[in-house]
Every structure is written in structure tokens, then in C-alpha cells.
Nanobody
Framework: QVQLVESGGGLVQPGGSLRLSCVAS????????MGWYRQAPGKQRELVAA???????SYADFVEGRFTISRDNAKKTASLQMNSLKTEDTAVYYC???????????WGQGTQVTVSS
């Protein structure tokens, strides 16, 4: 069992930055692929960025080089550095831990990011 707790959301002006963190409990964190998803009101949840257990990263097209996902296995933490934020980045951001080989998939409770002037 893995529990995920996100933090770092808040209100920021367009062009600003935020850093989201996701701290995991449980064992074998390094074996999990980690991802950040977001869900805006009235829209489906979508993938923002992912990092594999080996450290390979991938990003949604809309990120356009503005975000960076990282992980620290020793601290059981996954982070999302978000720069040059836009109003359309406003959403609830969720942390995800996935280990497909064991059919394990866990979600955090979400953290609100609001980009507004």
C-alpha cells in the first residue's frame, strides 16, 4: 500500500512559478513510476508529466518546456517544478504512483493550483 500526499499548490500570477511535491509512504517507492495529472473544472483528468522508475521523463505537449518532473528515491518524493504558468494551467493537480507489473495504481488527494492576476 502506498499513500501519497501532495503539497505546494496555491495562487500565483501568470508568468509565476510553483513547485509541487508528492511524498509517498510505504515501501519500494523506487519501483514505481510517478506521474502528475491535473483536472480542471468540467474537464477530464489529464497527464501532465511522468517519470519512470529509471528516471526517464515525459511531458504533455501543452507543457512546452515550462515544467520539470523529478524524483528523489531516498526521500520518497516526486516533484513538479512549474514555471511560466498560464491561466489555463489552473486545475487540481494529482500525484500518481503506478507499478504496472503488480497492477498497483495510487492517487494523492490533489492540490489546487490557481493562476490568476
Amino acid at each position: 500500500q502506498v499513500q501519497l500526499v501532495e503539497s505546494g499548490g496555491g495562487l500565483v500570477q501568470p508568468g509565476g512559478s510553483l513547485r509541487l511535491s508528492c511524498v509517498a509512504s510505504g515501501s519500494m517507492f523506487s519501483m514505481y513510476a510517478m506521474g502528475w495529472y491535473r483536472q480542471a473544472p468540467g474537464k477530464q483528468r489529464e497527464l501532465v508529466a511522468a517519470i519512470s522508475s529509471g528516471g526517464s521523463t515525459s511531458y504533455a505537449d501543452f507543457v512546452e518546456g515550462r515544467f520539470t518532473i523529478s524524483r528523489d528515491n531516498a526521500k520518497k518524493t516526486a516533484s513538479l517544478q512549474m514555471n511560466s504558468l498560464k491561466t489555463e494551467d489552473t486545475a487540481v493537480y494529482y500525484c500518481n504512483a503506478r507499478r504496472s507489473a503488480l497492477n498497483r495504481n495510487y492517487w494523492g488527494q490533489g492540490t489546487q493550483v490557481t493562476v490568476s492576476s
